[in-house]
Structures are given as structure tokens and as C-alpha cells.
């Protein structure tokens, strides 16, 4: 994927930091205000992750993967 700005890795935290925030929401670990945050940012990990895109990396010029073609 040529819009991709997130490494493999990168990648693959996100998700598991995701999936751990929604347990943590929305299984009654916490509850409240703080799990609803807690699931809403865990819900935002997992899709970025899995897309390999992440608007805020776009926005602050981020990029944890090598660019195409560039020499490192």
C-alpha cells in the first residue's frame, strides 16, 4: 500500500494495545467515563492497525515504515 505510514510492527502494537483498551472498556474492568474513552481509543488502535494508516501520523509528517525507494 503506497498510503501506508505504518511499519509492520507499528502495526501489530496497535492491535494488540486495541484489542487489550476494549477489554478493558467494554468487558467492566473499568467502567464509567474512563472505559468508554478506554474503548473508543481501543476501537481507533484496531482499525488504524489494521488499515496501516493513521491520520495523526499523516498530520505531524510520521512515518514508522521505510518509503519506497528510498535509500536508508
Known sequence: MSFANEAGWDRVLRVIAGIVLLYLGFGG????????????????????GLVGWCPLYAVLRIRTNRKQGAAI
Open 29 to 48: 474492568v473499568i467502567v464509567g467515563t474512563v472505559g468508554t474513552i478506554l474503548a473508543i481509543v481501543g476501537i481507533i488502535l484496531v482499525l488504524t
